[in-house]
Structures are given as structure tokens and as C-alpha cells.
């Protein structure tokens, strides 16, 4: 047996891994030798999957919760439509910063899930409200997004502004915690910015057909 040991600098884990498994899936070896990959990046690789896993199961209870909580299937998905935008964020904060995609991001991505979310649910409720108290669509949608606006910038902000220190790095062994804080910093700038305006138009949207088919029955 032999054991033939790798060591990072500055390199990411992830690229490493994958050049090794390059390396090895090229090596011809005859039907005695056995080559394995073993250490950090194989735990990296089982909690990128467990992550994964978290997050869509995470999600997953999230929507059933709000199915049960607002009694409708539609209005949970049209509040989950806040976390695409979100992740496409995470995305391009990690390419600008160069930072990988590793264990505490993972964890930054499931943190702004939940921050997203929340100020989905703020509009979608009072929307649903202000319906109920027998405003049309339209108005109860603008109205709506104007009265929610300020507790969704303040919460976003706050949590924006609070990352921003730690999304630096400056201060020694601060730099593993950096990739999470970017995620949030990232995922939930991009929401914020879009939820104003994806979430109202795909309620209104979603809505608007549902009340033109029940006036349409109505009629016939």
C-alpha cells in the first residue's frame, strides 16, 4: 500500500479534488491495483450532498407549513418564488469575490432561504388581507407591497449591514466564516431588489386567472 498525500496553499479544496479525480479516472492501473480518494475531500463531498439534501427537504417543510397555514396551495408557491432570485445571487457574489462553494456558504444559502422567505410571506398575507376586506386585486397588491416595504428593507438591511464585517475577513481566522457571510449578503441583496416586484406580479398574475375563471362560472 502506498499512500501518496496532498496538501492545499491557497487553492479551494473542491478544485483540487476534482483535478485529482481527473488524474486517477486517466491512470491505467491492471486488475490488482486499487486506487482510492480519501480525507477532507470526501467529508466535503458527503456535507455538500447532506447540505443539499437539508435544503431541499428544508424548503419542502417549509411549503407544507405555509399550505397548512394559509390553507391554499397556490399561495405558498407564489412565496417561494422568492428564493430563485436568491440562490442566482449567491451565485454571482461568489464568482465576484472568488470564493467557493464550500460548506459555510451552503450554510449562508439556507440562512437567506429562510431571511427571503419571510418577506415574501409579508406580502402575500397582507395582500390576502387587504382582499378580504374587499379592495380589488390590483389595489390590494399595490398597497400591499407600499405598507410591507419599510419592515423588509429594515430587516434585509440590518442583516446586510451586520454581514458586512465578517464578509470582509479582515481579522485573523475570520476568512472561513467569509464565504457564509457573502452568501447571505448576496442571495438576499438580489431577493430584496426582485421580490418587490416578482412576487406582487406573480400573485396578480396567478390570481387575476383565478377570479376571471370564477366569474366565469358565476356567469354561465
Excluded: W
Excluded at 26 to 54: H, P
Excluded at 86 to 105: E, K, P
Excluded at 122 to 128: C, P, R, S, Y
Excluded at 179 to 190: Q, S, Y
Amino acid at each position: 500500500m502506498i499512500d501518496i498525500y496532498v496538501a492545499t496553499r491557497t487553492e479551494a479544496l473542491q478544485g483540487v479534488g476534482g483535478g485529482i479525480r481527473k488524474l486517477l479516472a486517466n491512470t491505467r492501473t491492471d486488475k490488482n491495483t486499487v486506487l482510492n480518494l480519501r480525507g477532507a475531500v470526501v467529508s466535503m463531498n458527503r456535507s455538500f450532498t447532506e447540505f443539499g439534501l437539508g435544503l431541499i427537504v428544508s424548503v419542502l417543510m417549509v411549503y407544507l407549513i405555509l399550505m397548512a397555514q394559509f390553507r391554499s396551495f397556490i399561495d405558498p408557491f407564489i412565496i417561494l418564488m422568492a428564493i430563485p432570485p436568491g440562490l442566482a445571487g449567491v451565485v454571482m457574489i461568489l464568482l465576484l469575490t472568488g470564493s467557493s462553494l464550500n460548506i459555510m456558504s451552503l450554510m449562508g444559502v439556507i440562512m437567506m432561504t429562510g431571511i427571503v422567505v419571510s418577506n415574501s410571506i409579508l406580502i402575500v398575507e397582507f395582500a390576502g388581507t387587504l382582499q378580504k376586506q374587499g379592495l380589488p386585486l390590483l389595489e390590494a397588491v399595490v398597497q400591499s407591497c407600499k405598507i410591507r416595504l419599510r419592515p423588509i428593507l429594515m430587516t434585509s438591511l440590518a442583516t446586510l449591514l451586520g454581514m458586512i464585517p465578517m464578509a470582509l475577513g479582515m481579522e485573523a481566522g475570520s476568512e472561513q466564516y467569509a464565504p457564509l457571510a457573502r452568501a447571505v449578503i448576496g442571495g438576499l441583496g438580489v431577493s430584496v431588489i426582485v421580490t418587490v416586484f416578482l412576487v406582487p406580479a406573480v400573485y396578480l398574475v396567478v390570481h387575476g386567472r383565478h377570479q376571471n375563471a370564477s366569474t366565469v362560472e358565476g356567469e354561465a
